[in-house]
């Protein structure tokens, strides 16, 4: 088996990792440096602590960003430059061509495009050193600003800078997780006095005077005519004769007392 077969598997395990991260858009700024415009984005990988840097300028020209500082003497920058096109950290200074190159503190990529140049910094939140910018604070949502500044040169081969634009500010967007939940989430109540002893022992004997002794065994055939007010109680029975006088008197009294 040929020594390239084990090397290119390694390269392909490194790239699916990478590319099953996922990343949370944390924001970015947008400033204009003379006639350029540059962008900076950055995004986060929770699960992992990593920041995901994405600078976005012009592609006849070197450009770059100061990150973690305003000015450019004593930031952290990173730029675009050169004709093969790469990115390249520095820790920036007013001596020495610029500042001093630094060596990569993650995994960086370049792209020159038809009308854009775009570098990529993939790094741990943390800085190596002190000469490098620690994202922590501003991905963990202990700061919600960083102050950046943004520079472009005259030609793609890096050297003292143009155009730049200094004192600007980046705003991260993306929130975190609250880690100790508020325990009383009302500090005023609706109710100012809520009762403290509810009722234990409910009305004993709401009745005053129940039935002691109800019907047990109520009527299940009950007079269907009952007896309406004013009738008589005893009426008269059957008459004493059952056959009256059928031929009165032929001569009643004519001439009465």
């Known amino acids: 088996m040929s020594t390239m077969a084990p090397m290119f598997y ?17 924001g970015s700024e ?11 984005q950055l995004e986060r990988d929770v699960d992992n602590s990593e920041v995901r840097i994405t600078l976005t300028g012009p592609n006849d020209k070197w450009f770059g960003f100061v990150i ?16 093969s096109y790469e990115l390249v950290e520095r820790a920036l200074a ?6 001093t190159i630094l060596t990569s503190s993650g995994t960086p990529t370049a792209t020159l495009g038809g009308t854009n140049g775009v570098v990529t910094l993939i790094r741990p939140y943390t800085a190596p050193s002190s000469q490098y910018y620690d994202f922590t604070d501003l991905l963990t949502c202990n700061t919600n600003t960083m102050p950046i500044a943004g520079a472009t ?8 800078h143009t155009r730049s634009l200094s004192s600007q500010t980046f705003t991260r967007t993306c929130s975190c997780p609250t880690t100790d939940p ?26 005053t005077d129940p039935t002691i002794d109800p019907t047990i065994d109520p009527t299940n055939d009950p007079t269907k005519n009952p007896t309406k007010v004013g009738e008589t109680l005893a009426p008269t029975g059957p008459p004493s004769t059952f056959e009256p006088t059928s031929v009165p008197s032929v001569d009643p009294t004519t001439d009465p007392t």
């Open 68 to 83: 973690g500082k305003g000015v450019m003497s004593g930031g952290y920058g990173i730029t675009g430059q050169g004709s």
């Open 30 to 40: 947008t400033i204009t440096v003379g006639t350029s415009s540059l962008t900076i």
């Open 182 to 207: 508020t325990k009383a989430p009302s500090s005023q109540p609706t109710t100012s006095s809520p009762t403290t002893d509810p009722t234990n022992d409910p009305t004993k004997d709401p009745t």
């Open 94 to 99: 007013k001596v020495n061509g610029g500042g």
């Open 153 to 160: 040169g005259n030609a793609l081969s890096y050297s003292k």
């Open 10 to 26: 390694v390269l392909l395990v490194i790239i699916t990792i990478v590319n099953c991260q996922t990343y949370e858009d944390c």
